[in-house]
C-alpha cells in the first residue's frame, strides 16, 4: 500500500512538472513572437510625398499642393476667383 502512494505520488508530480514546464515554453515563444512583431518597423497607412522647393520663395510644398504665394515671381499659377477649390 505504501509503494502505491509513492507511486502515485511520484506520478502526479512528474505530471505537474511537465504541464508547467510546458506552459512555461510556450509563453516563452509567445513573448519572443511578440518582440519579433514589435521589432519590424510598421507601414504607415498614409501616402506621403517628398517635399519640394520653390524656385523663387524658397518655401518648401508638397507637389499635389503647391500654391501661389502672392509674390510676383512665384511660378504656381493664382486660382481664377470663380474656380472652386479642389479638395483630397
Known amino acids: 500500500m505504501g509503494l502505491l502512494?509513492?507511486?502515485?505520488?511520484?506520478?502526479?508530480?512528474a505530471?505537474?512538472?511537465f504541464a508547467i514546464k510546458g506552459?512555461?515554453?510556450?509563453?516563452?515563444?509567445?513573448?519572443?513572437?511578440?518582440?519579433?512583431?514589435a521589432?519590424?518597423?510598421r507601414r504607415s497607412s498614409l501616402p506621403s510625398?517628398?517635399?519640394v522647393k520653390c524656385p523663387q520663395?524658397?518655401?518648401?510644398?508638397?507637389?499635389?499642393?503647391?500654391?501661389?504665394?502672392?509674390k510676383p515671381e512665384c511660378p504656381y499659377k493664382k486660382?481664377?476667383?470663380n474656380e472652386a477649390p479642389r479638395s483630397p
Open 5 to 13: 502512494w509513492l507511486i502515485l505520488i511520484l506520478g502526479l508530480g
Open 57 to 70: 520663395c524658397g518655401t518648401y510644398s508638397a507637389p499635389s499642393q503647391t500654391k501661389n504665394c502672392g
Open 23 to 37: 506552459r512555461i515554453v510556450r509563453l516563452r515563444e509567445e513573448i519572443e513572437q511578440q518582440l519579433r512583431k
Open 49 to 51: 510625398e517628398d517635399m
Open 39 to 41: 521589432s519590424q518597423p
Open 15 to 17: 505530471l505537474a512538472y
Open 79 to 81: 486660382p481664377a476667383l
